[in-house]
């Protein structure tokens, strides 16, 4: 589903080359539910960035279901995005003014889904969360973890190929964390495939693969190490 082959992407800093991906070689097949974790500059969110057609590669080639996305336009990105990938933030991203409902529902709007529809869908995803009797509260009206359930209701509701998870429990409690996650071990156990980005290890361990990055670099691949290869 995910193939990406020898990706870099360097920035300039002071006069400088910085390699934030250097040569990152990744398949994630369908269904799967893959971690990758690093420490803060070791090229994750990058990574995380370029998986979800926010940014593109300097050099390499990166197929999304077997389509080459790094010679798109910025505006077939932007479709890429919108239909093939739910995103969920460490920060949420909800807008203030709309009601958990609105800010479902508005993903849906861009995809051109017409009214009835985007409204069953919208109300089935929040059902989903367990948010089906807070979906006209604004996202001030909500708990973290009520506003994180509501980002994963927006993911949910455009159905799409990929579920991209960005530090989903960086902004919770401990509590709000552990619903968090189950609910993510629920979306995946319903087919659902899930790249879940993470500097923390206990939050990793929950995923099914580990994939370690370290200077841009992966360095270690807990699939190659169940086959027996080196780590």
């Known amino acids: 589903m995910i193939e990406l082959e020898n990706i870099k992407k360097i ?24 971690a990758i974790v690093g420490a803060s500059g ?6 995380m960035n370029i998986i979800g057609c926010l940014d593109t590669p300097d050099e390499g080639n990166y197929y999304i279901d077997g389509q080459d996305v790094t010679s798109l336009s910025e ?16 920060q949420f991203n909800l807008l ?42 604004r996202p001030n009206q909500l708990s973290g973890g009520q506003q994180q359930r509501v980002a ?41 495939t899930i790249i879940l980005i993470t500097h923390d290890d206990s939050i990793a361990e929950k995923a099914e693969r580990q994939v370690r990055i370290m200077d841009g670099k992966i360095i270690s691949d807990s699939k190659d190490q169940l086959r027996g290869y080196p780590a």
């Open 11 to 34: 920035y300039s800093l002071g006069g400088e080359e910085v390699h934030a991906l250097d040569g990152v070689t990744l398949n994630v097949c369908e269904h799967e539910f893959v």
């Open 42 to 47: 070791s090229g994750k969110s990058t990574l």
């Open 75 to 90: 505006r077939d990105l932007a479709t890429m995005r919108n239909r093939k990938i739910g995103f969920i933030f460490q």
């Open 96 to 137: 203030p003014k709309l009601t958990a409902y609105e800010n479902v529902e508005l993903p849906l709007i861009y995809q051109g889904v017409p009214g009835k529809e985007r409204r069953e869908r919208a109300e089935e995803a929040l059902e989903r969360v367990g948010l089906s009797k807070r979906m006209h509260h």
């Open 152 to 192: 994963v209701a927006r993911a949910l509701a455009t159905r799409p190929s990929l579920i991209l998870a960005d530090e989903p429990t960086g902004n919770l409690d401990s509590k709000s964390s552990r619903d968090i996650m189950g609910l993510i071990h629920e979306l995946h156990e319903q087919g659902n």
